[in-house]
């Protein structure tokens, strides 16, 4: 029994720093990839905004596409690369390139919180 409970208090702790680790950039994407063995994004696109988050306050609105990251352009970023990007250290800059939904692009950078 003590040996359960040992485990179970491990399993927690691990659980609650992997939580921890998670990288912020203000906005959650709805993603697409396709391929197996080197999976590779075919489109991003806005899903949400953090209220009060820089992307908002830098002009990131739900809906809008996202077409590049780091100079990786989608469709065609390998997942891998593009994951890597937002999974640096926090306070790392990473920037963003979109396109709204009346066709212009711009771009921000954003630093990982």
């Known amino acids: 029994m003590y040996r359960i409970f040992i485990l179970l208090l491990i399993s927690s702790i691990t659980l609650s720093v992997e939580a921890s680790d998670k990288k912020e950039i203000g906005f959650k994407l709805n993603v697409t990839v396709k391929g197996f063995f080197s999976p590779e994004v075919t489109s991003a696109t806005v899903k949400s905004v953090t209220p009060g ?61």
């Open 53 to 113: 988050s820089l992307a908002e306050s830098l002009g990131v609105k739900a809906g809008e596409k996202l077409i590049a990251i780091a100079n990786c352009k989608i469709p065609g970023c390998p997942a891998g690369k593009a994951k890597g990007y937002i999974s640096q250290d926090i306070g790392t800059e990473v920037s963003f390139e979109f396109s709204s939904q009346a066709g212009k692009t711009y771009s921000v950078t954003i630093p990982l919180q």
